[in-house]
């Protein structure tokens, strides 16, 4: 079943083209991984995707990009919904600047999902528990988020981004930022997650890509070079760059 | 003649730079390897130049006017002359010497003056040959003892140091000199008005302090009901927060368009075009608030109906607040700016709305900041004086009605000041007691925008 089809995006900054002609399709349910070289416009074709590149001015999108066949670059297309279906998870953790608590409730609040505190409760508890955050932190939900390890933010930002029930989760390198034993932890949460969300997930680690993920999608200097089954991809790519890539001979 | 000698030593100074300088040059063309960059040593040698002259300078400004006093004073002891005579004798000696004597010169004054005279030349040029032999001596000596291992970046770092540190020590003693000042006169103030007069008294008229014969012993009787701070006090605080209800609004919504809203292009041409605000000269604004908002805000006000002094808290008020925009404006979008992108991008992300993000991630985030820039505003408004003595006139009110004219602080002290005044006359000291007043306010001010900070910052980082 396909949950996202990218059909010719084009993205320009400015004048500049970083994304040509990409076609690319994503399953439900399932962990897509993207990887290339840094400035292939992996990250690019990720913010395509729930339309964050609106909020740089110079960027501009063409092509069409249907999630539950519905084109998301069309004028009717309402983003504060759209990004209530498809939520995002940053590179680096950004917690907001308020309670744990807060940061959880932030998204139903601004949707207006709970009609009551005793639902909102649930919800920031279910979201804790979903991001395996809860036992760690169910007595301080008080305390400023900012306050925790880099780790259990990141794992705070992902509660917040489930907290919505959002169809897909993108996840733009949400662990270049974090030691070993903390990516290890988000990994585990993602294969967790896929069973309720499809997660897209942009990396530099081709071992974790291989870890995580039924597909991959090799990206180089803006074009798609190859997509298809992760074990595939690692182990029998059609193109020369993608095995050069993923056998480290170059980027 | 001093100036001329200053001059020389500054010369001294490039001189010895240079040449400590050569020879460090000299010492690596022999292929040492030197301790420092060459100029190190140029720095060095202008250092052992620049203390000693500095101190020949200082302790003869200390002491040279001394001498030269009990040297003069000495022909005239034995004679009976109390200690108050002896000072007027001598100041009459260096008025006359200086051709600024207009009295009736005595043979015995003229004769001091002559003696002033020569020793002041004597002292002159005795100071300049101590001063330069003293300081060729030292860089002759530096200059020799430099050598290829010699310490020399370290002496300088050092007195760089010093330098800043005295600069730096230079402010703080200036600020604890002006609280002292105050102090003093405050105290002596307070000696003859009692502290509950001024606190809780509700009539200030200083004038009628000044209406009297200065012969007149002081009492202080007369000064009852005259220096009741409360109407000045609640007039300050009367036109800051009006000033404020314009500032607070208006700044902070154009700090937020300009951070968020505005186009690269807006924002471009708009900052410059509101920071010129600040730089409008206050006086500007105040002749602005007199000639152009008071009497536009009486004929609107009569027009309605009601009655409206021509200098009025509004207006003094209201122009007040367009002088404070500016600052908290600029402030409010520098600090708004400097929030993450990565917290805005965690918003949008979420299906925030700008608004949304603004009021939800964004204020909260920057509201330290912001409510620093805020007090700056109070504490110019508080401190505010030329709007207020042109536009909102002199007598001080007791009124919440903000189209009557009051006065403030501030105004007052000018009020007190313009004019005859004598020390240690209540009217003078009054000012001092207001200034002190002041002071205090702003301190507290600044001390609770600190805390206030201070808080949020634990809360959140």
């Known amino acids: 079943m396909k949950k996202i089809k990218a059909k010719d995006v084009d993205v320009f900054y400015g004048k500049k083209q970083a994304l040509f002609n990409i076609s690319l399709d994503i399953e439900e349910n399932q962990v897509t991984a993207l990887i290339g070289p840094s400035g292939c416009g992996k990250s690019t074709f990720l913010r395509c995707l729930n339309r964050m590149n609106d909020v740089i001015d110079i960027c501009s999108v063409k092509g069409e990009i249907l999630i539950n066949d519905f084109n998301i670059n069309d004028k009717s297309c309402d983003v504060v919904r759209l990004r209530e279906k498809i939520g995002m998870v940053?590179?680096?953790?950004?917690?907001?600047?308020?309670?744990?608590?807060?940061?959880?409730?932030?998204?139903?609040?601004?949707?207006?999902?709970?009609?009551?505190?005793?639902?909102?409760?649930?919800?920031?508890?279910?979201?804790?528990?979903?991001?395996?955050?809860?036992?760690?932190?169910?007595?301080?939900?008080?305390?400023?988020?900012?306050?925790?390890?880099?780790?259990?933010?990141?794992?705070?930002?992902?509660?917040?981004?489930?907290?919505?029930?959002?169809?897909?989760?993108?996840?733009?390198?949400?662990?270049?930022?974090?030691?070993?034993?903390?990516?290890?932890?988000?990994?585990?949460?993602?294969?967790?997650?896929?069973?309720?969300?499809?997660?897209?997930?942009?990396?530099?680690?081709?071992?974790?890509?291989?870890?995580?993920?039924?597909?991959?999608?090799?990206?180089?200097?803006?074009?798609?070079?190859?997509?298809?089954?992760?074990?595939?991809?690692?182990?029998?790519?059609?193109?020369?760059?993608?095995?050069?890539?993923?056998?480290?001979?170059?980027? | 003649m001093n100036l001329i000698l200053f001059t020389f030593i500054v010369l001294l100074g490039f001189t010895s730079y240079y040449f400590g300088r050569k020879k460090a040059y000299s010492i690596q063309s022999t292929k040492k390897r030197l301790t420092a960059l060459p100029q190190f040593y140029g720095y060095y040698l202008a250092i052992w130049c620049a203390i000693p002259a500095f101190i020949i300078f200082s302790l003869w400004a200390i002491f040279e006017p001394t001498i030269v006093k009990l040297l003069i004073l000495s022909d005239y002891s034995n004679q009976g002359y109390l200690d108050d005579e002896l000072n007027l004798i001598y100041e009459k000696t260096k008025a006359l010497s200086r051709g600024q004597f207009t009295g009736e010169i005595t043979p015995f004054i003229k004769a001091s003056a002559e003696k002033y005279l020569s020793l002041r030349s004597i002292a002159q040029s005795s100071k300049a040959v101590i001063v330069l032999s003293i300081i060729i001596a030292s860089v002759?000596?530096?200059?020799?003892?430099?050598?290829?291992?010699?310490?020399?970046?370290?002496?300088?770092?050092?007195?760089?140091?010093?330098?800043?540190?005295?600069?730096?020590?230079?402010?703080?003693?200036?600020?604890?000199?002006?609280?002292?000042?105050?102090?003093?006169?405050?105290?002596?103030?307070?000696?003859?008005?009692?502290?509950?007069?001024?606190?809780?008294?509700?009539?200030?008229?200083?004038?009628?302090?000044?209406?009297?014969?200065?012969?007149?012993?002081?009492d202080p009787s007369m000064y009852s009901d005259t220096f009741g701070a409360i109407p000045i006090f609640a007039g300050t605080f009367f036109i800051?927060?009006?000033?404020?209800?314009?500032?607070?609004?208006?700044?902070?919504?154009?700090?937020?368009?300009?951070?968020?809203?505005?186009?690269?292009?807006?924002?471009?041409?708009?900052?410059?075009?509101?920071?010129?605000?600040?730089?409008?000269?206050?006086?500007?604004?105040?002749?602005?608030?007199?000639?152009?908002?008071?009497?536009?805000?009486?004929?609107?006000?009569?027009?309605?109906?009601?009655?409206?002094?021509?200098?009025?808290?509004?207006?003094?008020?209201?122009?007040?607040?367009?002088?404070?925009?500016?600052?908290?404006?600029?402030?409010?979008?520098?600090?708004?700016?400097?929030?993450?992108?990565?917290?805005?991008?965690?918003?949008?992300?979420?299906?925030?709305?700008?608004?949304?993000?603004?009021?939800?991630?964004?204020f909260p985030a920057a509201l330290p900041g912001i409510v620093g820039s805020i007090l700056l505003g109070v504490s110019r408004a508080i401190g505010e004086t030329m709007i207020v003595v042109m536009a909102s006139g002199l007598a001080a009110n007791l009124t919440l009605n903000p189209l009557e004219s009051t006065s403030t602080i501030t105004a007052q002290i000018v009020v007190i000041l313009i004019g005859d005044q004598a020390f240690g006359d209540p009217k003078t000291q009054a000012a001092f007691a207001l200034g002190m007043s002041l002071f205090l306010v702003t301190l507290c001010l600044n001390i609770v925008a600190l805390r206030v900070v201070k808080k949020y910052r634990e809360k959140y980082e």
């Not at chain 1, 680690?205 to 992760?230: C, D, K, P, Y």
């Not at chain 2, 760089?160 to 604890?176: K, Q």
């Not at chain 2, 809203?261 to 410059?272: D, E, F, G, L, T």
Request: glycine share 6%; net charge neutral; with cysteine.
């Open chain 2, 140 to 218: 002759a000596y530096a200059y020799k003892r430099i050598s290829s291992n010699s310490r020399t970046r370290e002496p300088v770092e050092k007195f760089l140091n010093a330098v800043l540190f005295t600069a730096s020590l230079a402010a703080i003693l200036t600020t604890v000199g002006i609280v002292f000042s105050l102090i003093f006169q405050t105290i002596d103030f307070f000696k003859v008005i009692p502290l509950f007069d001024f606190v809780f008294g509700t009539h200030w008229y200083p004038a009628k302090a000044f209406v009297r014969d200065s012969s007149e012993a002081l």
């Open chain 1, 90 to 251: 940053f590179q680096k953790p950004n917690p907001f600047p308020k309670t744990l608590y807060e940061n959880v409730s932030y998204g139903p609040t601004i949707h207006g999902i709970a009609q009551s505190k005793q639902e909102m409760d649930e919800i920031v508890e279910t979201s804790l528990k979903k991001a395996a955050l809860w036992e760690e932190v169910k007595d301080r939900l008080h305390e400023p988020g900012t306050g925790l390890s880099g780790g259990q933010q990141q794992r705070l930002c992902i509660a917040r981004a489930i907290s919505v029930r959002p169809e897909v989760i993108l996840m733009d390198e949400p662990c270049s930022a974090l030691d070993p034993i903390a990516t290890a932890q988000i990994e585990e949460l993602i294969d967790e997650l896929k069973k309720e969300h499809t997660i897209i997930i942009v990396t530099h680690s081709m071992a974790q890509a291989a870890r995580v993920s039924q597909n991959t999608g090799f990206f180089h200097l803006g074009q798609l070079i190859e997509h298809g089954s992760t074990d595939k991809i690692f182990k029998n790519p059609d193109n020369k760059k993608t095995q050069d890539y993923i056998t480290g001979r170059f980027g």
């Open chain 2, 240 to 362: 800051a927060f009006i000033a404020m209800c314009v500032a607070i609004p208006i700044g902070l919504m154009s700090g937020i368009y300009l951070a968020e809203y505005a186009s690269v292009k807006v924002r471009q041409y708009a900052k410059p075009l509101i920071e010129i605000l600040a730089g409008i000269p206050t006086v500007v604004y105040g002749f602005f608030a007199a000639l152009t908002v008071g009497p536009f805000l009486k004929e609107l006000g009569t027009s309605m109906g009601l009655e409206v002094s021509a200098e009025s808290a509004l207006a003094a008020g209201g122009v007040m607040g367009i002088m404070i925009i500016p600052f908290i404006s600029s402030l409010s979008d520098d600090v708004i700016t400097s929030v993450p992108q990565s917290l805005r991008d965690g918003s949008y992300a979420m299906g925030a709305t700008k608004s949304e993000t603004i009021k939800r991630v964004i």
